[in-house]
């Protein structure tokens, strides 16, 4: 069970969160000028990383703001939570 | 290499069971192999001996970080069944069944095939639209599937609340009646044996540390054994696939997620089928030990620590005390989680990747154990012959660019 601490509310648990999957997916610029291969790769493949993640959750029942999270998937610690529109900070770890 | 038999067991009884050869040898790693296996699961073991025996490439080893079967092959809720929607993957799971069904005999090592029957609920109109056109896919495709009214189902189980006062009421089922459960460590240990037994080298704590590639084709692996050089690399690997193939430069569809198992204390006979619900969700069976196995969905978040989070298993288990409130003073015994490779499709991904001679299969998510045979099978003729066998075919990383996904998601009679 995770402690999620939520950019606007604190510290929560998880049970209050939906997951967002991987975070720092930007929607293609310019949709018409990809090919099929660009597709897959913004669509379908993913980091998918062994240790520091950078991923989406939302508060669904609290604040319903969206954030991200720093979590390692090896050991679920979680480094750091920052807003939206925030640079990812520092793997501290 | 001793050929069990009743004879053996008589003998073995005779002398106090103090005699039992070891099953596989434990082989210091070759320099080189036409073929290496990266996960020593019951799908790589499958693969390897598949090799030997239908394609006479027995220079193979399986290489496993840990010991073989440890991973989800010994996490797994061990349900069997081919009930799936879509004609690729009916295709592939039906192959898979009719191997198991000839399995304990051809590998010689009792797996324990109990074709009790498979039930899917259905709670809604919705369900009960969704599970008839399934029962009348599965026919199309030659595979046996039944729908139940709640009256026959309360024949076939009668533990199972049925009754119309129920939060959930149930409105009827889908049945394949043979499919069942297996014992997932014979799984493993049977094809171990059967690919030692023709010359596979099967290699235990030893991880696969990075890809040798030179001009766009893998020439071998390193090790925590050192370096060992290989025509052909194959990685089934389950939950770390992505992981092994960014090594190689590769990226994939997948996301790894926590799968939670548990089972109860041990009881007399009770249920003598599988038990599956895709809205309440749980699925349930009664080992041969007697305790009762569960499983539910994965947890939502990325993971690779084989553990997950208490809520998910607390509502698996309202959604079976839901089901069957007999079971309401059962003690839980055990919990644990595996680490399953979740593709966008729910589908496997089976065949070539970009690097030359190196080959993926994965992305069986969460129902990888039940194709265990057929995927060992299709995998090796793939490897074997540089080409995807014709099952295969439709499950090429390529789909995700063609767009030609096969959507089991919610098809497959069980929501991931």
């Known amino acids: ?93 | 290499m001793t050929q069990f038999s009743l004879l053996t067991l008589a003998r073995e009884a005779w002398t106090g069971h103090r005699r039992w050869p070891v099953l596989w040898r434990d082989p210091h790693p070759k320099p080189a192999y036409s073929v290496v296996i990266i996960g020593g699961g019951g799908h790589g073991l499958a693969t390897a001996y598949y090799l030997a025996k239908e394609h006479g490439i027995a220079d193979v080893a399986v290489l496993e970080r840990g010991w073989i079967g440890g991973g989800n092959t010994g996490r797994n809720t061990t349900i069997v069944r081919s009930n799936y929607l879509w004609d690729e993957s009916a295709a592939i799971y039906e192959h898979s069944l009719k191997l198991w069904e000839g399995l304990s005999r051809e590998l010689n090592f009792n797996v324990m095939l109990s074709q009790r029957g498979v039930l899917n609920l259905a709670h809604d109109t919705g369900d009960v639209r969704e599970g008839r056109r399934r029962v009348e896919a599965n026919r199309l495709n030659g595979i046996d599937a039944e729908w139940l009214e709640p009256a026959e189902l309360s024949r076939f189980c009668p533990i199972l609340d049925v009754s119309p006062a129920a939060r959930y009421p149930v409105l009827g089922a889908t049945l394949q009646r043979r499919g069942g459960t297996a014992r997932h460590d014979a799984v493993a240990w049977g094809y171990a044996r059967a690919a030692d037994r023709r010359g596979v080298d099967i290699v235990q704590n030893c991880e696969v540390t990075g890809f040798f590639i030179e001009g766009g084709r893998v020439r071998g692996v390193e090790t925590s054994r050192g370096r060992i050089a290989a025509d052909k690399v194959a990685i089934v690997a389950a939950g770390h696939n992505s992981v092994l193939c960014r090594m190689a430069g590769v990226r994939l569809p997948l996301q790894s997620h926590p799968l939670q198992a548990l089972v109860s204390e041990p009881v007399k006979p009770i249920l003598d089928c599988v038990v599956m619900s895709n809205a309440v969700h749980v699925y349930v069976s009664q080992s041969d030990r007697g305790e009762l196995v569960m499983g539910a969905g994965i947890d939502a978040f990325a993971s690779y620590a084989q553990r997950g989070s208490f809520h998910i298993i607390e509502r698996e288990l309202a959604a079976c005390l839901e089901l069957f409130p007999i079971f309401g003073r059962l003690r839980m015994m055990r919990s644990w989680g595996g680490i399953v490779d979740i593709s966008p499709d729910a589908s496997p991904i089976i065949g070539p990747l970009p690097v030359e001679g190196l080959f993926l299969n994965g992305g069986w998510g969460t129902g990888g154990f039940k194709a265990t045979p057929g995927s060992g099978h299709v995998f090796a003729h793939t490897i074997a012959r540089g080409a995807p066998h014709p099952l295969a075919a439709p499950f090429a990383l390529e789909r995700f660019r063609s767009g030609a996904l096969i959507d089991e998601h919610g098809a497959a009679a069980v929501a991931h």
């Not at chain 1, 999620?4 to 293609?28: K, L, M, S, T």
Request: charged share 25%; aromatic share 10%; with cysteine.
């Open chain 1, 1 to 93: 069970m995770l402690l999620i601490p939520c950019p606007w509310c604190g510290p929560r648990d998880e049970v209050e969160f939906a997951y967002g999957g991987e975070a720092h997916i930007a929607r293609p610029a310019d949709p018409d000028a990809l090919d099929d291969a660009a597709w897959a790769e913004y669509l379908f493949m993913r980091a998918n990383p062994k240790g520091t993640m950078r991923e989406r959750w939302m508060h669904a029942a609290g604040c319903r703001r969206w954030f991200n999270l720093l979590r390692n998937t090896a050991t679920h610690r979680i480094v750091a939570a920052y807003k939206i529109a925030e640079p990812p900070p520092a793997d501290t770890e």
